[in-house]
T-cell receptor, first 114, second 108 residues
Framework: DTGVSQDPRHKITKRGQNVTFRCDPI?????LYWYRQTLGQGPEFLTYFQNEAQLEKSRLLSNRFSAERPKGSFSTLEIQRTEQGDSAMYLC????????????FGEGSWLTVV | TQLLEQSPQFLSIQEGENLTVYCNSS?????LQWYRQEPGEGPVLLVTVVTGGEVKKLKRLTFQFGDARKDSSLHITAAQPGDTGLYLC????????FGKGTKLTVNP
């Protein structure tokens, strides 16, 4: 088991460009989460999936953000028309079963918008 | 409004000292998880506590879940420089909600 993997680990993009991050959860984990973390802060919830269904989206997730998990396995998080305020680490996590079960994080994808 | 209040936010101590980090909420959680995070890396799970009043030990780290499952503490005995990092508590509802973290620095 390789754990949760995220790609790319680092991305530098110009303001206005689109970026996409991929997350591969631990196999057989049915729940997948996206969080965003800025320097000095704890992770902030963005959205989560149970299998392929997106069950909750945070108000932080503006209409420039979209997340998918088409086959209930890997997930993508796309940010359109990036802004400097989008610079952060985007964390993916997964868990199995019901809420309250342990959630495991990937190493994160750093985004810098210049 | 922060759902989970974590304190202190910063802590700088000498090697060998003991410390306690607190995590408090008005919400009841189905479980509470503690993570440690290094700069530029994702959070790494330390422990999950599930039962009110539960105490778990991990070498020099002792974790306690409050009886009402609203609060938790992390106690480190005889801290070492290798304990330096960001410690995060996270309460489980439908998703995890995090505190702001405690940045611990242990000086040799």
């Amino acid at each position: 088991d390789t754990g949760v993997s995220q790609d790319p680990r680092h991305k530098i993009t110009k303001r206005g460009q689109n970026v996409t991050f991929r997350c591969d959860p631990i196999s057989e984990h049915n729940r997948l989460y996206w969080y965003r973390q800025t320097l000095g802060q704890g992770p902030e919830f963005l959205t989560y999936f149970q299998n392929e269904a997106q069950l909750e989206k945070s108000r932080l997730l503006s209409n420039r953000f979209s997340a998918e998990r088409p086959k209930g396995s890997f997930s993508t998080l796309e940010i359109q028309r990036t802004e400097q305020g989008d610079s952060a680490m985007y964390l993916c996590a997964s868990s199995f079963g019901t809420p309250g079960n342990t959630i495991y994080f990937g190493e994160g994808s750093w985004l810098t918008v210049v | 409004t922060q759902l989970l209040e974590q304190s202190p936010q910063f802590l700088s101590i000498q090697e060998g000292e003991n410390l306690t980090v607190y995590c408090n909420s008005s919400s009841v959680f189905s479980s509470l998880q503690w993570y440690r995070q290094e700069p530029g890396e994702g959070p790494v799970l330390l422990v999950t506590v599930v039962t009110g009043g539960e105490v778990k030990k991990l070498k020099r780290l002792t974790f306690q879940f409050g009886d009402a499952r609203k609060d938790s503490s992390l106690h480190i005995t005889a801290a070492q420089p290798g304990d330096t990092g960001l410690y995060l508590c996270a309460g489980a509802l439908e998703k995890l909600v995090f505190g702001k973290g405690t940045k611990l620095t242990v000086n040799p």
